[in-house]
């Protein structure tokens, strides 16, 4: 497993320097680290019978790791959407 320090950077560099490291994993990801892979699917009752298995719904939960880099990502995709004007009208 990868162990990423936050030492004196800037967020952004030390974002940059992982999602370096991560696109470097993308061709082999077995070798993916555990804080982007992990995760827990828990199965949460509906209404009715608890015994059929239609009543059930999967929630699963992400690690913290994953859930940052994606929301980092995501708004650097939308800033450079909105640079371009390539945003449709709402």
Not at 11 to 17: K, Y
């Amino acid at each position: 497993m990868i162990k990423y320090k936050f030492t004196g950077l800037k967020l952004s560099q030390q974002i940059t320097g992982i999602l370096k490291k991560i696109n470097a994993k993308i061709e082999k990801p077995e070798k993916a680290p555990d804080c982007l892979t992990a995760r827990i699917t828990y199965l949460i009752p509906k209404s009715g019978d608890i015994n059929d298995v239609r009543n059930y719904r999967p929630t699963t939960c992400l690690t913290s790791m994953y859930k940052t880099l994606t929301a980092k990502i995501a708004k650097i995709i939308f800033t450079h959407f909105e640079e371009q004007r390539l945003q449709p009208a709402e």
